[in-house]
């Protein structure tokens, strides 16, 4: 066992884990935040992924011990304090980027890697950095144009 620390969407978090414990299993089993999905555990399909200081990861490939001293944010933040959809969330809405939602969790959070790294990302663009992460019902069509136009909401911060 060893002993970590971490911050989790804003609380700290101290936890005694099994040294192969993944980051993924504490998020959804030790801290009950299911939104951070498991769909291969290969790394292949991206519906773990959350912010671990600052930058889109795959939850499924991070040890527990690894994150010492980390802030991890999850889907389960992206919202506003008061339930208000993120802008990216909306757009997802708005723009039928979602079908069965399994991936969507994954999808919000690498789009929002995105949008903080590229403010307006050509289609192009965000067809790359979405290549890490799988959607087998959308055909990702709806998915780009949601980022897309959530860019500037995001860029400007209006809607947060």
């Known amino acids: 066992m060893v002993d970590v620390e971490l911050k989790v969407n804003g609380k700290d978090v101290v936890v005694s884990v099994d040294e192969r414990t993944l980051l993924v299993e504490l998020i959804r089993k030790d801290l009950g935040l299911t939104g951070t999905h498991i769909g291969c555990d290969t790394t292949?399909?991206?519906a773990c992924t959350v912010?671990?200081?600052g930058v889109a990861t795959k939850s499924c490939t991070?040890?527990?011990?690894?994150?010492?001293?980390?802030?991890?944010i999850t889907i389960e933040a992206v919202a506003g304090k008061n339930g208000e959809l993120h802008p990216l969330q909306q757009a997802f809405h708005e723009h039928h980027g979602l079908q069965c939602g399994y991936c969507t969790p994954g999808m919000i959070m690498?789009?929002?890697?995105i949008l903080r790294r590229i403010p307006n990302p050509t289609e192009a663009e965000v067809r790359e950095n979405l290549e890490g992460n799988l959607c087998r019902c959308t055909g990702y069509?709806?998915?780009?144009?949601?980022i897309?136009?959530?860019a500037e909401s995001v860029r400007t911060g209006s809607g947060e």
């Open 141 to 146: 069509h709806n998915i780009v144009r949601a």
């Open 148 to 150: 897309q136009s959530a």
């Open 110 to 113: 690498i789009g929002l890697d």
């Open 62 to 72: 991070v040890l527990v011990a690894q994150a010492e001293g980390a802030e991890v």
């Open 44 to 46: 292949q399909c991206g």
């Open 51 to 53: 912010h671990l200081n």
